[in-house]
């Protein structure tokens, strides 16, 4: 039988999701044409990824109802055994972390040829041939190489461009993109989502593959979907053509979704401000071990940084910005004393790095200085209640502090970031993101630090938590006068918070100066090419800068 011609590639209908007694998708409908690309954006928690897995019948232990329809085909009826049919040949996803989603003990031509032996048929030498036509069609050098490789092998870029590969081994119909640029700098973001519509409208062109993407990226949704749905708590609240929902949005949700890109809510530096950091010519090489008996007759080094100058004053916030590779992570770690430079010298209100070199002195550093990193679920210990956490801090750096005062100083930090005092007996897992980074903010607060280095601290949250969180480190900076070196990739973020900033490239500072100037007229070809990666356009109205 054809199919008929105004029948929807994808028809979900009255869909509902629970796991026991939580609802956690309600009655949801969305339909999605042959050759279109849909976003599906919301928070957290929303039912964004859990829709997407239940396509593929990937939803273990939860009740689902409704129908889920491609080409009139209800996949909820399916067996197990058709769905493995299904997967891969005409629905495929292409998941957030490929680190996670790609086995580790095979090649990536291997893990391609597996797809093409159970779906296609095809023999070994065969799936290697249309391998490497993958790899070449999705911009992977010397593919022939490559698929040899094994994921640890590749960047964080060829990863995901070898999962794309992968999905579409098979040519499927629908693919499924869950976050496929999250964890990218903003050119390879750029690449990947480039690549993304290349490859879409070529296969709409000749079998109508339509894409179904997961983010919550509203920058990434604006230049790559045709059409966007908007989620909220399990409800499809909203869904519009995308020019249209970004100009005129109907949905309270919606509107406040859009509201939450970062905004700028800085404060102007006094004049007369000391200096809490100063670093000048600084260099650092990391050896490179060697092979066989190369490895003892000599070393060979990599300079990852080279002739960095840079002032931070009490107060400020200067922003590093930079590609991965750029030297901005090795930055951190010298300044944080954790890498020793080869040359040059830092000084840590005004007492230089170098003479730190015993225990106690290193102790009286990081009471001056804190961290906080970019996965607060990664640098949180598991088994330590957050009481235990935050006050750990304390009891190192002020062993005077008695354990009655520690708690209650634990209590009125978690009430100042807006936690609740109770919120010391839980441990870390049980909260979210957005509230495990405000824990990650209270410990560093604990020992009172004039300078706090923040390594992407809100990559891996969603707009509206975001926003949280840079109005959080705003108010703790205005009130305590605090120095902050902000590492981020997200221009939009370094614009709201910063009151200068660095772009570094290669290890080198290509360029330096006020955040307004630097973003809205660059003068160097890389930082130009930054914004443009980013879609944060340099003619943009300068956003009102609170005093």
Known sequence: MSTP??????????LSIRFDEKAVVRNLDLTIARGERVALVGESGSGKSVTALSILRLVEQAQVSGRILLDGDDLLKKSEQQMRGVRGADVAMVFQEPMTALNPLFTIGQQIA?????????????????????LHRTGIPEPERRIDSYPHQLSGGQRQRAMIAMALACRPRLLLADEPTTALDVTVRQQIVDLLIELQEQEAAERGMAVLLITHDLNLVRRFAQRVAVMEKGVLVETAPTARLFSAPQHPYTKRLLDSEPRRVVAPVPDHARRVLEVQGLAVDYRIPGKGWRSLVGNTFFRALEDVDLTLR??????????????????????????????????????????????????????????????????????????????????????????????????SLLEEVGM????????????????RQRIAIARALAVEPQLMVLD????????????????????LQKKYQLSYLFITHDLAVMRAMAHRVIV???????EAGDTLDVLNAPSHPYT????????????????????
Do not use: C
């Open 456 to 475: 992407e601290p809100t990559s891996a949250l969603d707009v509206s938590i975001q926003q949280q969180v840079l109005n959080l480190l705003t108010s």
């Open 504 to 510: 570094m490239k290669s290890g080198r500072i290509v």
């Open 314 to 411: 009490r107060g400020e916030t200067l922003g590093i910005v930079g590609e991965s590779g750029s030297g901005k992570s090795t930055l951190a770690s010298t300044l944080l004393g954790l890498q020793r430079p080869t040359a040059g010298h830092v000084h840590i209100d005004g007492q230089p790095l170098s003479t730190l070199r015993t225990s106690s002195s290193r102790r009286g550093l990081y009471s001056t200085m804190q961290v906080v990193f970019q996965d607060p679920f990664g640098s949180l210990s598991p088994r330590m209640t957050v009481e235990q956490v935050v006050g750990e801090w304390l009891a190192v750096h002020r062993p005077d502090v008695t354990p009655a005062a520690r708690r209650a100083r634990v209590a």
């Open 528 to 547: 130009q090419s930054l914004l443009a990666a980013s879609m944060l356009a340099p003619q943009e109205a300068v956003p009102e800068v609170l005093q």
């Open 114 to 134: 597996e797809s093409l032996r159970l779906h296609e048929g095809l023999r070994p030498n065969a799936a290697r041939t249309r391998g490497i036509e993958l």
């Open 5 to 14: 011609p105004n029948r929807p590639l994808l028809e979900i209908d009255s």
């Open 420 to 435: 609740p005092p109770e919120s010391m007996l839980r441990y870390p897992h049980e909260f979210s993101g957005g509230q």
